[in-house]
Structure formats: C-alpha cells, structure tokens
C-alpha cells in the first residue's frame, strides 16, 4: 500500500515547455487534489476532483490544466511553463470531498527556467 | 473576499515552553477547520474542526474553534525540538468543499 505516489519527484523545466505531472493513489478515494506551495503562501488548491470524472478550480488554476485519468490517477498538465509556476506541487486524496482526512503525497520539486 | 490569517507568521521557543497557534477567518460558507503540520514535505494533518466549544486534542496538541469570534488556536504542551515545522491552518468553504490556507506559522523550538 503505497498511499499517494507522485512523479517525478524533480523538474527542470525552460519557459514555454510543457509538461506533465502524474499522481496516484490506491487507497480507493474518491477525491483527489493538486495544490501548490511557495515560501510564505501556504499550500494553495489548484484543482480538484471530487469524483471520478468530475474536476474543477480551486484557488489558483490558471496555467495548468488537470485530467482525472481513473479513480485512481489525476494529473497536472503544465502546457507552456513560466517562472512563475516554480513551485513545490502536492498532490492529495481523501474518501470523500474535504470531509475525510487528506493524505499528501511526496511532492514534486518544479523549476522554471 | 474569503481569507484565513494565522499569527504569528514565525515563533521561536524553547523546549518545554507552550505555545498557541492562531488562526482567523472570514469566508462566506464555512464548512471545517483543519490544521496540518508540514515539516520538509507533505503536510500531515493534525485536526478537523467543525464545531464550536469542543477541543481535540492528540497527545500535547490541542485545538478548539470558535465558530462566533471567527478563529481557531492550535496548543502544543512542553515543546520539543521535533515540533519544529510549519503549521498550516485550511478553512473548508462552499458546497464543493474548497480549501482556504493560511500562510503558515513557522514554529521552530530551541533545546
């Protein structure tokens, strides 16, 4: 039982290029997150999926686009990368829509050159 | 607009000193409070709060919200150096759930 895996766990990236960022968890929930953290902002919702097949916005989406592949899988696409999307990603699941304890995977590390 | 302010931003004790962890809030449909504690990574979640008056509490920590002054405190007892992190507090807002973060307080215990 691995909890939530997330890869890669590093990424280098020039401004313009795209690229994908993957999260799973087996521990069947329902919901899953991504959110990003910057020194001194807190952690902050990108996207989430309350459900399979259902996604929508949280704080801050603009710049990435997320797909809910399965219940198990929701990745984060970055499609043109710019310093400013330099941050530490977090993905995260529960049972349930925010009602149930969120579990966090590792964290990915991206840097936007 | 909804926000959640924690205070102090960053606190530094001794071990064996208890400190209290602050957190308010103002959103239109509050829904939960949760604290977590992130140390290099993940945060890790320590509370979910939902009613007024009734403390949780997990070992030398202890939270207790305050649905009518809008806020929330986090206590830690007879600090350690390993309490050292920082401590995030998330308002649950809206019918879908939405997380509002604080920005953290960075709590670091000196031996």
């Known amino acids: 039982n691995a909890g939530v895996t997330q890869t890669p766990k590093f990424q280098v990236l020039k401004t313009g290029q795209s690229m994908t960022l993957q999260c799973a968890q087996d521990?069947?929930?329902?919901?899953m997150y991504w959110y990003r953290q910057d020194p001194g902002m807190g952690l902050r919702l990108i996207y989430y999926?309350?459900?399979?097949?259902?996604?929508d916005k949280g704080e801050v989406p603009n710049g990435y686009n997320v797909s809910r592949l399965n219940k198990r899988e929701f990745s984060l696409r970055l499609e043109s990368a710019a310093p400013s999307q330099t941050s530490v990603y977090f993905c995260?699941?529960?049972?349930?829509?925010?009602?149930?304890?969120?579990?966090f995977g590792p964290g990915t590390r991206l840097t936007v050159l | 607009e909804d926000k959640v302010v924690q205070s102090p931003l960053s606190l530094v004790v001794h071990e064996g000193d208890t400190v209290t962890l602050n957190c308010s809030y103002e959103v239109t449909n509050f829904r939960s409070l949760l604290w977590y504690k992130q140390e290099k990574k993940a945060p890790t979640f320590l509370f979910m709060l939902?009613?007024?008056?009734i403390e949780k509490k997990s070992g030398r920590l202890s939270s207790i919200l305050d649905k009518k002054e809008l806020f929330s405190i986090l206590n830690i007892t007879a600090t350690q150096t390993g309490d050292s992190a920082i401590y995030l507090c998330a308002v649950e807002e809206g019918s879908q759930g939405n997380l509002i973060f604080g920005k953290g307080t960075k709590l670091s215990v000196k031996p």
């Open positions: 939902t009613s007024s008056g």
């Open positions: 521990m069947n929930h329902n919901s």
């Open positions: 995260a699941s529960s049972e349930a829509i925010l009602r149930d304890t969120q579990y």
């Open positions: 999926s309350a459900s399979e097949g259902t996604t």
